[in-house]
Nanobody, 123 residues
Framework: QVQLVESGGGSVQAGGSLRVSCAAS????????MGWFRQVPGKGREFVGA????????VYATSVKDRFTVSRDNTKNTVYLQMNNLKPEDTAVYYC????????????????WGQGTQVTVSS
């Protein structure tokens, strides 16, 4: 069982930056590909980006490409989502997830999920 805990969410003005982190309890963290998703009330969970087991490969949703960066530090069992040039439409609860497949943009590919962290972007 892998426990994932997100942190670093908050409020920021449009054009600003924010970094959210996700710490994993599992010592075999590097065995998992990691993904980030987001969700707004009344809508399904949306894929944001993912990183491969070693961190050498990343993939992003079109809506965030060139603005968001997913990275990981396997020595710290942590994955990061750096968000730059934030827009009001980026407002959502952001979730990290761990899975065995890469690249994977569908929820069913991920086994473990964090509790989510709120990101609010004001105009």
């Amino acid at each position: 069982q892998v426990q994932l805990v997100e942190s670093g969410g908050g409020s920021v003005q449009a054009g600003g930056s924010l970094r959210v982190s996700c710490a994993a309890s599992e010592r075999t963290f590097s065995n998992y590909a990691m993904g980030w998703f987001r969700q707004v009330p009344g809508k399904g969970r949306e894929f944001v980006g993912a990183v491969s087991w070693s961190g050498s490969m990343t993939v992003y949703a079109t809506s965030v490409k060139d603005r968001f960066t997913v990275s990981r530090d396997n020595t710290k069992n942590t994955v990061y989502l750096q968000m730059n040039n934030l827009k009001p439409e980026d407002t959502a609860v952001y979730y990290c997830a761990a899975g065995r497949s890469y690249p994977a943009s569908v929820l069913e590919s991920y086994v473990y999920w964090g509790q989510g962290t709120q990101v609010t972007v004001s105009s």
